[in-house]
Structures are given as structure tokens and as C-alpha cells.
């Protein structure tokens, strides 16, 4: 099983649609989770954090379980602009080896069409 | 705000050559990383800087060297450049700690010959 997965998509949504991702994970003692947007040939850059809460940012709503060892990504209003392959990003432990190593998913293509 | 630039942006190799690709980063931040990214395999991790004058392998280390030259800088060395190197480099850095989420740079294009 892979430490990180992530259903690859593509999701082809249209304007103003809710779209929502989920993401798991292997390892129970991971501790900190992050969303990740990556543009097409683009570096990675950070979307939101994931608290054990949940969190929203605008439109995006992060959620974690630790139950289930999932965490999820919704996006309400869906825009043009939201197109991008959204990436699921795990630290496995506490320090030690792991130390700030992050785990990627192989990421969700979203495509958000007129 | 410049946050973490990497140069080059592209650069063509032949088989055995060697190259240095430098990254440096204006943040202060004391932890920074080198990644590669392939098709159908994500990111994944080279080597890694916990802080200045550390160094430690990552998941994919063979054929790599890095140095932390000070806090600034971590440069990634091909000694002698593999086909199988070609891919697009990411380095990135963080905040103290192990839990903070990582700032990326945008990438360098290696296409190795």
C-alpha cells in the first residue's frame, strides 16, 4: 500500500459546481497534513494546512479523520481558475528519520470548464 | 519577494557530465530540500538540510550530492549525469521544525542525453 493515495481524477467539473477530493494515508502516527495545488509545469505551492478540526479558506474546506486515516478537500464555486493538480502531502512521523520529510500523493487533476 | 530561486531553469547534459544546480533562499528558514519529480511518480525526495551544516539522505539519493553551503544556499551535484536524471528538480525550505509545510522553488528542466 502506498504511504500516500489519492484518486488521480481527472475531475472535469463546470463553473460553480462542488467538487471534493479525498486523500489516505498508511502510517497512523503522521502528524501534520497539507494540501498542496501544483499548475501545469509549475512548482507546488502550499493551499492549506489540515487541522485536526478542520479548516476553511474562502471556499476550500480541508477536513481530517484520523479514524480512518483520510483527509479531504472541498471546493464550493468552482472557478476557471481552480484548474490545477491538487496534491495530498503527509509527514509521516515525529522527527527522527522522518524528520520534515513530506509524503506527496500523485495528485488529483481538476478541470474546471466554462 | 523572491522566496526561493533556482538556477538553471533548464539545462540539457550529456550522458557523464557533471552539473551543480544552486538554490538559494531569502526566508531565513532553516531547513531546505531537494526533490525530483517524474511522470506517474510524483514528488519525491533527494536529499534534505535539517539546518546549516546538516545534511541527510532522502528517498532517492544515489547519484546525488548536496552541500549546505550556509543558510542561505543547498546546491545539488551530478558527479556523472544518468539518463535515468532526467527530471525536474525542486528545492524547497522551511521554518524550523518538522511539521511546517515547505516553500518550493520553480523548478529546474534537466534533460539528460
Known amino acids: 500500500r502506498k504511504e500516500v493515495e489519492q484518486d488521480p481524477g481527472p475531475f472535469n467539473v463546470p463553473e460553480g459546481a462542488t467538487v471534493a477530493f479525498n486523500c489516505t494515508y498508511s502510517?497512523?502516527?503522521?502528524?501534520?497534513f497539507f494540501w498542496y495545488r501544483q499548475d501545469c509545469r509549475k512548482e507546488p505551492k502550499l493551499l492549506m494546512s489540515?487541522?485536526?478540526s478542520g479548516n476553511e479558506d474562502g471556499r476550500f474546506t480541508a477536513q481530517l479523520n484520523r479514524a480512518s486515516q483520510y483527509i479531504s478537500l472541498l471546493i464550493r464555486d468552482s472557478k476557471l481558475s481552480d484548474s490545477a493538480t491538487y496534491l495530498c502531502?503527509?509527514?509521516?512521523?515525529?522527527?527522527?528519520?522522518?524528520?520534515?520529510?513530506?509524503?506527496f500523493g500523485q495528485g488529483t487533476i481538476l478541470t474546471v470548464h466554462p | 519577494n523572491a522566496g526561493v530561486t533556482q538556477t538553471p531553469k533548464f539545462q540539457v547534459l550529456k550522458t557523464g557530465q557533471s552539473m551543480t544546480l544552486q538554490c538559494a533562499q531569502d526566508?531565513?528558514?532553516?531547513?531546505m530540500y531537494w526533490y525530483r519529480q517524474d511522470p506517474g511518480m510524483g514528488l519525491r525526495l533527494i536529499y534534505y538540510?535539517?539546518?546549516?551544516?546538516?545534511?541527510d539522505k532522502g528517498e532517492v539519493p544515489n547519484g546525488y550530492n548536496v552541500s549546505r553551503l550556509n543558510k542561505r544556499e543547498f546546491s545539488l551535484r551530478l558527479e556523472s549525469a544518468a539518463p535515468s536524471q532526467t527530471s525536474v528538480y525542486f528545492c524547497?525550505?522551511?521554518?524550523?521544525?518538522?511539521?511546517?509545510?515547505?516553500?518550493f522553488g520553480d523548478g529546474t528542466r534537466l534533460s539528460i542525453l
Open positions: 538540510s535539517a539546518s546549516e551544516g546538516t545534511t
Open positions: 526566508m531565513n528558514h532553516n531547513s
Open positions: 524547497a525550505s522551511s521554518e524550523s521544525g518538522s511539521y511546517q509545510p515547505q516553500h
Open positions: 502531502v503527509v509527514i509521516p512521523n515525529a522527527g527522527g528519520t522522518s524528520y520534515g520529510k513530506l509524503t
Open positions: 502510517n497512523s502516527a503522521s502528524q501534520s
Open positions: 489540515v487541522y485536526s
